[in-house]
């Protein structure tokens, strides 16, 4: 096998990670005690699987006739596989990532051979615990293909440009470029908070310089909207020598309670942020809290902004008062999603004050700027 081990990484129900030195071959996975690694879990074949050298010091692993299978990268064995890695290995419901790395081998001990029995819950197939590009996604969180595009907001009746909506993108050359399909991975690996403030440090590092005088919208994941660590994030970007003028974005799953909305209104009035609604209208309007604890800015969702021009009249309505609330509180109304000018021409008449969308501006790359 070389001089550097092979590890089984699996994850216990407490979410903390547990290692499983490969310390000889072949290695038997299975249900019985005599197995390398016993694993109760239903389903599970008394002796399911095994892994093996190949004839160029790599492994194999090969399905044991188990009934409810062996399955690399989500896809099910029909012979000897080939493992790479970081692949992730299902034996039947019990999921392992396959692990080559040094410093975790020198970190490890390996278990007494009696106490290596894993206990698995009844859970869906094919559970998802690890990403086979974590490595990966660890080096983007440190900076390597991170990136930002820029969104412009602009005056709903001059066009006058009045702030930017910070956008998170990567170049990674191993990860997706797309933002959702990162915070799927992020999810898995319970980083979602972390993704969103390197996002948000990189961009507004690099968007302050051009956007005096503006302001910037920054998005902030539901999981850190509370925490510590995302103030803390946000006085480091106040003290930026161009010290941009933020906005927050409070995503409507955020807005748990008048209380807490309260508080962090406060603490963001406190440093000088302002903040906005995000998303109003896409799911719970959360009317509650907008009249006790009303935003700067409120952005009501494009699922409702677009093509209101063709909506029926008591669409219009509802949103024509949605708006007039949303003014008599103080606030500025904002439409998100406008893509033809008959949806400005009529967000104009409601009383949007601000308009974003493709017809006044595409994302564009903070570099391009």
Same mark, same amino acid.
């Given at each position: 096998?070389?001089?550097?081990?092979?590890?089984?990484?699996?994850?216990?129900?407490?979410?903390?990670?547990?290692?499983?030195?490969?310390?000889?071959?072949?290695?038997?996975?299975?249900?019985?005690?005599?197995?390398?690694?016993?694993?109760?879990?239903?389903?599970?074949?008394?002796?399911?699987?095994?892994?093996?050298?190949?004839?160029?010091?790599?492994?194999?692993?090969?399905?044991?006739?188990?009934?409810?299978?062996?399955?690399?990268?989500?896809?099910?064995?029909?012979?000897?596989?080939?493992?790479?890695?970081?692949?992730?290995?299902?034996?039947?419901?019990?999921?392992?990532?396959?692990?080559?790395?040094?410093?975790?081998?020198?970190?490890?001990?390996?278990?007494?051979?009696?106490?290596?029995?894993?206990?698995?819950?009844?859970?869906?197939?094919?559970?998802?615990?690890?990403?086979?590009?974590?490595?990966?996604?660890?080096?983007?969180?440190?900076?390597?293909?991170?990136?930002?595009?820029?969104?412009?907001?602009?005056?709903?009746?001059?066009?006058?440009?009045?702030?930017?909506?910070?956008?998170?993108?990567?170049?990674?050359?191993?990860?997706?470029?797309?933002?959702?399909?990162?915070?799927?991975?992020?999810?898995?690996?319970?980083?979602?908070?972390?993704?969103? @403030?390197?996002? +948000?440090?990189? #961009?507004? !590092?690099?968007?302050?310089?051009?956007?005096? /005088?503006?302001? *910037?919208? =920054?998005?902030?994941?539901?999981?850190?909207?509370?925490?510590?660590?995302?103030?803390?994030?946000?006085?480091?970007?106040?003290?930026?020598?161009?010290?941009?003028?933020?906005?927050?974005?409070?995503?409507?799953?955020?807005?748990?309670?008048?209380?807490?909305?309260?508080?962090?209104?406060?603490?963001?009035?406190?440093?000088?942020?302002?903040?906005?609604?995000?998303?109003?209208?896409?799911?719970?309007?959360?009317?509650?809290?907008?009249?006790?604890?009303?935003?700067?800015?409120?952005?009501?969702?494009?699922?409702?902004?677009?093509?209101?021009?063709?909506?029926?009249?008591?669409?219009?309505?509802?949103?024509?008062?949605?708006?007039?609330?949303?003014?008599?509180?103080?606030?500025?109304?904002?439409?998100?999603?406008?893509?033809?000018?008959?949806?400005? @021409?009529?967000? +104009?008449?409601? #009383?949007? !004050?601000?308009?974003?969308?493709?017809?006044? /501006?595409?994302? *564009?790359? =903070?570099?391009?700027?």
């Amino acid at each position: 096998m070389g001089s550097t081990p092979w590890f089984l990484e699996s994850v216990a129900a407490d979410g903390a990670r547990v290692t499983h030195r490969i310390d000889r071959l072949p290695f038997s996975v299975g249900r019985d005690q005599g197995n390398d690694l016993t694993i109760e879990a239903q389903g599970l074949s008394r002796r399911h699987a095994e892994l093996q050298a190949d004839e160029v010091g790599g492994l194999l692993v090969v399905d044991l006739g188990s009934t409810n299978g062996t399955f690399v990268n989500h896809e099910r064995l029909a012979g000897p596989r080939q493992l790479a890695p970081n692949d992730i290995i299902h034996f039947c419901t019990a999921e392992f990532r396959l692990t080559h790395d040094e410093t975790l081998a020198a970190a490890t001990v390996s278990e007494p051979r009696p106490m290596r029995t894993m206990v698995v819950p009844g859970t869906n197939p094919l559970s998802q615990n690890f990403v086979r590009q974590e490595a990966q996604f660890l080096e983007f969180l440190g900076g390597r293909g991170l990136t930002a595009a820029a969104q412009p907001i602009v005056d709903a009746r001059t066009g006058r440009l009045l702030a930017y909506e910070l956008l998170g993108r990567s170049t990674h050359p191993d990860l997706p470029g797309s933002p959702m399909h990162l915070f799927m991975m992020a999810a898995t690996l319970r980083r979602e908070a972390e993704l969103s @403030e390197a996002f +948000r440090s990189y #961009g507004v !590092r690099a968007l302050a310089p051009k956007a005096q /005088g503006v302001h *910037v919208f =920054v998005n902030a994941h539901p999981s850190e909207t509370f925490s510590e660590a995302f103030f803390q994030s946000l006085h480091t970007l106040l003290a930026l020598p161009e010290r941009p003028k933020l906005v927050v974005e409070v995503h409507e799953s955020a807005v748990v309670e008048v209380e807490r909305m309260r508080e962090l209104a406060e603490r963001l009035k406190g440093i000088g942020v302002a903040f906005a609604y995000d998303d109003f209208g896409a799911g719970q309007a959360r009317l509650n809290e907008l009249a006790e604890v009303p935003a700067h800015f409120v952005k009501f969702d494009m699922g409702i902004v677009r093509n209101l021009h063709e909506a029926s009249e008591r669409k219009q309505r509802m949103v024509r008062d949605l708006v007039r609330m949303v003014l008599e509180l103080g606030s500025i109304p904002l439409a998100e999603g406008v893509e033809q000018e008959a949806e400005a @021409e009529i967000c +104009r008449d409601m #009383g949007f !004050r601000l308009i974003q969308g493709y017809l006044t /501006g595409k994302p *564009v790359m =903070v570099d391009k700027l």
